[in-house]
Structure formats: structure tokens, C-alpha cells
């Protein structure tokens, strides 16, 4: 795996200047930087469609828990030798179903769901160091898990992202309605004759797989940057179901390649810069929306 | 609701493309035999009798944790009933839910919720379908029929009074304001029966009479309306009939039959006295508040 510092040697060169072609040919200019942005995007696509979901339904809680079952996932892979990726899909979408399996239905079951993946998280983030520690200094990647790294991305994982993305992506479209439905209004959806349980665990799978793919960029900690803030942001900004999907969606896009070249440039860890572009968005959007409503409430008043 | 509608639209006009509508007034639309019903292993209630035909506008009454809820749940399909038959347009229930417009007990939404209002009426139609709607390409390939919908879907906001504060977000409504754009939700399918948990409880006087009157409207119109209740006043005058089931007993009949100082006197097992006002108007007075039932 290469290191953080070996990225630092190549970047060092690259300096931001106004001119935007020459900037874009500076990033651009290596494999591992052309398919961190592929890769990226796939991710971005992915997260965004999935995330608006999660914060429709109110489950970013439970995209968090994933993200923290997919570190003894990855840990786990790298301990016996496997690509990290493997255990970053298979514990998340076990962790999915295991969350599924364990959650109550019926009255309050909203607040007993919370504390089953509580549970969940917790375990898994104590798996997780436990595999950290069976492997002898492996720190470095450590923090990779944790708080992201883009540079260990080579043209086979960016085919196995694409191909899930692809997979779960359909998935999504063709349970979208009835997942709308069984989302905002569970009851209703359920005497209507969609299989809400059947439903919220498929959805609970494609968000681990969104959660896995995202936490390549981000690291399981920052997961949410890519999984919720778009979709938050664009939440805040429309209440058209098809605008807000699209929307989160091109956040998310804009988010990723805008981290990855800020990281390339400053030679800072690009979890730090994903967050910090979301949340910028995240801040702007909540502050048009508070400006438009209290605009709307003066006209209605006048 | 503005009271002053334009042209009384009936709601069968105001929904088009046509589609099964409601029955011929005096079909049969409920029938229970002798229905009891049987939760987390506690007997609710027994010996329902109650025939229920289109058009009428039924309500549900009784004390909290009667088995009123458990009973519309029942006519869904939802909820196997423990003892006798139970038939909803004409088949056993949940075969039918297509034609059933549904309104659960006391659903708000809260700010946070990032939805308009009108595509929580629209889910009403094609929720349950599976795939995911795409309203750009739509109106740009299926033009003619888009519009159609989109028309049907105003018709029936309009209908409701909701047309206002649709296009807000629902968790940015009043209460009120949800309650209708749900009746709207049920109201799309063009359903011929429907089946409200409790639509005013949490409401103002007014928007109560608003909602009750525009139910009975609905009801006129050839739509069987059960609704939830459990103080009877307020819609009283819009009856045709009442179901009461309280303490695991169960009466049904037309209100002037059932609801008597003897009767209410003999359920609750508390008295209750029945009043004719001048107008010919019936009230309940006594009847024991939820309050007092609320252990269960």
C-alpha cells in the first residue's frame, strides 16, 4: 500500500494557480489520481441517492453503525491477507441484516431500533481494534481506515466499485417508490400492500454497500460526509422528492472531486477536505433556507 | 375546506380516468357475524353484529383500547378476527384493500420531514407500485396522461381545501392542515370504502366540523366512511350509523336506535343521559371522558 508520504513527494511539485486547465491537468496527471476521481464519482453517485433515503427515513444513525461494522471488515480482510474491500462489503451488508434481524417491530419500535444498533456499533468498533491489534504495526493504515485515503485505489477496485454501484443502483430503482412510501408513511404503505419489512431490509443492505464504497474516500468515521450531508443539504434546499435525489447526487459529486483536489494540492488527508467542502454546503444551504422561510413568512404576514 | 365550493363537485366526478367507483347506494359493504377480536392474547370485544351499506357514514365508538382501531385494522385484513365472519366488499378482508382508502390513528409529522405535501397525496395512487417515478421524462414522453394525473391529483387537493399549502412541505403544516392532505392520500384512489383512525383528535373545533362535513360529503357521494371516534358530539348529526364497543361488548344500529340513556347507560356501565335538543339534535351528555379509560 502506498503512504501518505509518498504522496506528499509528488504533490509537493503541484502548486493552485488561476489557471483552472493547467490545475485539472496537475491532478489529472497521474493513474492513481485518474481513478480516485472514477472512483469518486462512482461512490458520490451511489452515496447520494442512497444518503437522501437515509436522512428521509432518519436512519443516518444507522448509516454511522455500518460504517463502524465495515472497520473490523477491512481490518479483518488486511489481517488475513485479503483486499480491504472484501471486509468493507462483507461486514457492512452483514451488519446490515444482522441490524434488520434484531430490530423490533411495532409501537416504539423507533426507539429500541436505536438501541439495537447501538449495541451493533459498539461490537463492531471493539472487533475492529481487536483485529487492529492481531496485526503488528499496521498503524499507518489505521488512520486510512479511520479518517480515509485515496491513494490505494487501483483500476480493479474501481471496476468492483462500478459494479456494485450498478447492482445497487437498480436495486434502489426499482424499489423507490414503495420505499418512499414505506419511509414517510410505514402504516399507510402497509395496508397498500407494500412489504414494508421486506423493503426497509433491502434498503438497510444497499446502505451498506453505499457505506462501503464511501468509506474508501472517507474512512468509516467520516462516512457521513459523503452519505448525509449532500442529501441533508439538498433536504434543506427542496422538498421535491425527484429535485432533492438529483440534487444530493450532484453535491455528493462535487463534494468528492472538490475534496480530492483540495487534498491533492495541500497534501492534507482528503477526509478532512470532503467533510469540510459538505459541510460548507451544509452551512449555506440551512442558512438560504432560514433567510427563504423567514422572507415567506413576512410576505404571507403583509 | 372552503365551504363556498364553486360547483358541489362530487368526488366520483372530480376523479378521473374512471375507474370501479362505489357501489349502487344500499349494497352491502361490511358485514360482520358475530366478529371477536383477540390481542397480545386479551379478549377485546365479541359478538359484533353490524351491517354496514355504500354510502353510509359509520362511526366507531368507545372508550381508548376498546378495540376500535383493532377493528378497522381487521377490516384491512391486517388483524385475523378471533370468532365469526367478516366480509368487506363483498370479499374476506385484505383481498379488497385496492378499494380501501386508509387513515391510521394519529400520524404527524414532524419539521424535519422533507416531503410536499402533494406527493404524499400522489404515493395514495401509485405507492405501492414498484419501480421509481420520473416526473421530467415523464412530462416530456407521456405528456397527455401526465397531465391527466396531474389534474386528477389537483382536483382531489382542491376537494380537501388543501390546495393552499400543498406545494409546502408536510412536516411545515398545522395539524389540521396534515389531516387533510392525509383524507386527500386516501381519497385519490378513488376508494370505496374509507377507513379513519381518530381524524379529529388533535383538531380545533372548527377544522373538526370542517373535516366531519366534508367526510359526509364524501359519504353522499357513494363512498362507505367508517371513521374512529371517541367523542361521539361533534359528528353526531352526520351519522347513519354508530358501532360501539366498549368493556368487550359490542351495538350496532342507526343512532337513534342505539344511542339511548339506557344503552350508553348499559355499556359503559356508568350513567349517561341521551338529550333531544329543540332542533332534534341528539347529545351524549356524561359519557365518560377518555381520560378515565386510559389504563389499558
Redesign the interface.
Known amino acids: 500500500m502506498l503512504t501518505e508520504a509518498w504522496a506528499g513527494s509528488v504533490a509537493a511539485a503541484a502548486r493552485l494557480s488561476w489557471d483552472l486547465h493547467r490545475d485539472l491537468r496537475l491532478v489529472l496527471q497521474y493513474p492513481f489520481m485518474r481513478n480516485a476521481f472514477v472512483a469518486g464519482a462512482v461512490a458520490a453517485l451511489m452515496c447520494g441517492a442512497i444518503g437522501w433515503f437515509a436522512?428521509?427515513r432518519?436512519e443516518t444513525y444507522a448509516a454511522h453503525t455500518l460504517a463502524s461494522v465495515a472497520f473490523p471488515g477491512a481490518s479483518g480482510a488486511v489481517y488475513l491477507g485479503l483486499a480491504p474491500l472484501v471486509g468493507y462489503f462483507g461486514f457492512a451488508v452483514a451488519g446490515a441484516a444482522l441490524i434488520a434481524w434484531l430490530s423490533p417491530l411495532g409501537p416504539g419500535g423507533g426507539e429500541r431500533h436505536s438501541a439495537t444498533v447501538g449495541a451493533v456499533q459498539a461490537m463492531a468498533l471493539a472487533l475492529g481494534f481487536w483485529f487492529v491489534s492481531l496485526y503488528q504495526g499496521f498503524l499507518s493504515s489505521l488512520s486510512g481506515f479511520l479518517f480515509g485515503s485515496f491513494l490505494g485505489v487501483t483500476r480493479d477496485d474501481v471496476m468492483v466499485l462500478a459494479i456494485t454501484a450498478l447492482l445497487a443502483l437498480g436495486l434502489?430503482?426499482?424499489?423507490?417508490?414503495?420505499l418512499?412510501?414505506a419511509s414517510?408513511?410505514p402504516?399507510?404503505?402497509?395496508?397498500?400492500?407494500?412489504p414494508v419489512r421486506a423493503v426497509s431490509l433491502l434498503y438497510l443492505i444497499l446502505l451498506g454497500c453505499a457505506v462501503a464504497e464511501a468509506s474508501q474516500f472517507t474512512g468509516v468515521l467520516l462516512v457521513l460526509a459523503l452519505l448525509v450531508v449532500p442529501a441533508a443539504t439538498a433536504?434543506?434546499l427542496?422538498?421535491?422528492?425527484?429535485v432533492?435525489l438529483v440534487l444530493s447526487v450532484g453535491l455528493a459529486l462535487v463534494t468528492v472531486w472538490a475534496g480530492l483536489a483540495a487534498a491533492y494540492f495541500t497534501n492534507r488527508p482528503v477526509g478532512f477536505w470532503v467533510t469540510s467542502v459538505g459541510f460548507a454546503g451544509y452551512g449555506l444551504a440551512r442558512g438560504t433556507a432560514s433567510v427563504r422561510g423567514r422572507w415567506t413568512r413576512r410576505v404571507v404576514a403583509a | 375546506m372552503s365551504p363556498a365550493h364553486p360547483e358541489r363537485n362530487s368526488v366520483v366526478e372530480a376523479l378521473d380516468p374512471p375507474g370501479p367507483g362505489p357501489s349502487p347506494v344500499g349494497a352491502p359493504t361490511v358485514v360482520a357475524a358475530g366478529v371477536a377480536a383477540r390481542a397480545g392474547g386479551r379478549l377485546l370485544f365479541e359478538g359484533l353484529d353490524a351491517t354496514v351499506t355504500a354510502g353510509q357514514f359509520v362511526a366507531v365508538l368507545g372508550p381508548n383500547g376498546a378495540g376500535k382501531s383493532t377493528f378497522l385494522r381487521m377490516l384491512l385484513g391486517l388483524h385475523p378476527p378471533a370468532a365469526g365472519s367478516l366480509t368487506v366488499l363483498g370479499e374476506r378482508p385484505g383481498r379488497r384493500n385496492h378499494d380501501i382508502g386508509y387513515l391510521p390513528q394519529r400520524r404527524s409529522f414532524d419539521s424535519s420531514v422533507r416531503i410536499r405535501g402533494v406527493d404524499l397525496v400522489r404515493l395514495g395512487v401509485d405507492g405501492h407500485r414498484w419501480g421509481t417515478p420520473l416526473p421530467l421524462v415523464r412530462r416530456l414522453f407521456d405528456r397527455a396522461r401526465f397531465e391527466q394525473e396531474q389534474r386528477h391529483l389537483d382536483d382531489v387537493v382542491a376537494r380537501v381545501g388543501a390546495t393552499a399549502y400543498g406545494q409546502r412541505a408536510i412536516g411545515e403544516v398545522s395539524g389540521g392542515e396534515q389531516q387533510r392532505l392525509l383524507i386527500a392520500q386516501a381519497l385519490v384512489r378513488q376508494p370505496r370504502l374509507l377507513l379513519l383512525d381518530e381524524p379529529l383528535d388533535s383538531l380545533d373545533l372548527p377544522n373538526q366540523q370542517g373535516v366531519a362535513a366534508l367526510l359526509q360529503q364524501i359519504s353522499a357521494d357513494g363512498v362507505t366512511v367508517v371513521i374512529v371516534a371517541h367523542d361521539v358530539n361533534p359528528i353526531l348529526g352526520y351519522l347513519d350509523q354508530v358501532i360501539y364497543i366498549v368493556g368487550g361488548r359490542a351495538l350496532a344500529g342507526p343512532p337513534e336506535t342505539v344511542i339511548t340513556t339506557e344503552n350508553l347507560s348499559r355499556l359503559y356501565g356508568a350513567p349517561i343521559e341521551v338529550i333531544r335538543t329543540s332542533s332534534g339534535q341528539l347529545v351524549v351528555v356524561g359519557q365518560p371522558d377518555a381520560a378515565s379509560f386510559h389504563a389499558h
Do not use: C, H, K, Q
Not at chain 1, 427542496?238 to 425527484?242: K, L, V, Y
Open positions: 436522512v428521509l432518519g434502489l430503482a426499482i424499489v423507490g417508490r414503495p418512499l412510501f414517510v408513511d402504516r399507510v404503505a402497509e395496508a397498500a400492500g407494500v433536504s434543506a427542496t422538498a421535491r422528492p425527484s432533492g
